[in-house]
């Protein structure tokens, strides 16, 4: 019942042969993209969320079967060499990491939302109903749409 | 991973009414943020499916030449929500798919799999229902329509054949003249909460009367129901205070609420009558009208 795939993260090309009951959370973390974390694993609290063609999805609802040709970003893909992305970069700034485990998926959902809104006036309402499908249990927030008006601002 | 039993792709709509034919105890699958839930809670009669999941051919939004809007069961939240066709032939559908979860589950979860899931709290649904949707499905014996009022038979119990895929949700043209509707969802947050109470209203304004209300609400009976009663208690009557009164009274007898872990009974009652004024005044006033 096997699958045969192929679609790229972060710009290389990967293949596997997958169950279709795979989550593409379950093929990243095997594929040794481990950055992506696994919280809830019903949709819930974001941790695991990864941008399937430019759009933020939850990996842990999400087939690995239905990434097939598509591409994948996921937060190894976002920092090149030292140099942190943007919104990386706020984050740091702003101080919106504490412990780090919501922080992996939380960044690819900021990056979607920067590189969708950039240009556009976002009140801090927008960014916090952007922000809505990801849980975080340590900063209150407040600085992670700190960080996220601040990209948008540059 | 998810304990899926058999899977089998679907290159065409066609051929998914095949495959579901073939095997009468799979089901479709689109964006799977209900199957993938219950699969994960170890639910067996999801475990063979049939996967529609991004099918183009159920994914356009068109209008039709007699202004009918036609939106594909596959297309996301997302894309209900982003469609210009859709901002401005039905805002209020649209205003109905931004309540639901955050943007990922948005991105992925489907306005078909919304309805024919079947559930009582679907978003969707009001809106749908008091915009007098119909639904298009594809099965063995062809195409059929059918009105969405009546589609939803019990609670998580839709009347759709077993072989059949809904196709598409058509939104007929609004009527000429001065119409609104209005979705309105009570839960205890803005984002990421199943409904506790959702509502939708329609009107239809003639000078200072309402030609008619349309009033819909989920989690309000074992099915999304729309209110006969209330709507007689306000067609034909004047944009007035009474109006708005008789409706929040009569709208009882349309609903038989529950109570549940969410809310007892008699404070979902209280949030169906507060919700029918909110909706149809919301609803009037984006019609251009005013209550006195
Ligand atoms: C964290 C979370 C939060 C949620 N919050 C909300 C919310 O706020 N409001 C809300 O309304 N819902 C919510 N949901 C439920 C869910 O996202 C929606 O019901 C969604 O619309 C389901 O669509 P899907 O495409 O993912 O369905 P699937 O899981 O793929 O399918 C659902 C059902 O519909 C059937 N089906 C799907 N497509 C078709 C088709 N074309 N033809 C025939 N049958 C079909 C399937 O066989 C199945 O029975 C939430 C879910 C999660 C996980
Ligand atoms: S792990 Fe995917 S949303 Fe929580
Ligand atoms: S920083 Fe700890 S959960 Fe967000």
Known sequence: MNVEITFTVNGQTLSARVHPGTSLLDLLRDQGFTGTKQGCGV?????????????????????????????VRTIEGEALGNVLSPVQEAYLDAGAVQCGFCTPGLIMNSTAFVEKHQGQTVSRED???GHAGNLCRCTGYTTIVDAVERCLKK | MFAVERYRRAESVADAVRLLAEDPFSIPIAGGTDILVKLREGHRQYANLVDVHGLAELESIILDT????????????????????VREHAPVLAEGAS?????????????????????????????????????????????????????????????????????????????????????????????????????????????ESIVWLKLAFSVAAPTPVRCPSAEAAASGKPL?????????????????????????????????????????????????GGIR
């Not at chain 2, 007699?66 to 066709?85: I, W």
């Not at chain 2, 969802?185 to 509502?199: E, L, S």
């Open chain 1, 127 to 129: 960014i916090r109903r």
């Open chain 2, 240 to 288: 007035t205070a009474q109006t708005v009164e008789a409706v929040k009274k009569t709208v009882e007898v349309d609903v038989a609420p529950r109570t549940s872990w969410r809310a007892p009974a008699d404070f979902r009652m209280h949030i169906i009558r507060e919700l029918s004024e909110r909706a149809m005044r919301t609803a009037v006033q984006r019609a251009g």
């Open chain 1, 43 to 71: 949709g819930e609290c974001g941790a695991c969320t990864v941008l399937v063609n430019q759009l933020p999805v939850d990996s842990c609802l999400f087939l690995a079967v239905w990434a097939q040709g598509k591409a």
């Open chain 2, 99 to 207: 309540w639901v979860a955050g943007p990922q589950i948005r991105n992925v979860g489907t306005i078909g799999g919304n309805i024919c899931n079947g559930s009582v709290c679907a978003d969707s649904v009001p809106p749908l229902l008091v915009l007098d949707a119909e639904l298009e499905l594809a099965g063995p014996e062809g195409l059929r329509r059918t009105p969405l009022r009546g589609f939803h038979t019990g609670p998580g119990i839709v009347a759709r054949g077993q072989a059949e895929v809904l196709t598409k949700v058509l939104v007929p043209a609004p009527p000429r003249g001065a119409f609104a509707a209005a979705s309105l969802k009570y839960a205890m947050r803005r984002a990421m909460d199943i409904t506790t109470i959702g509502c939708a209203a329609s009107v239809l304004l003639d000078g």
């Open chain 2, 66 to 85: 007699d202004g009918t809007l036609c939106v594909g069961a596959g297309a996301t939240f997302t894309q209900v929500m982003e469609s210009p066709l």
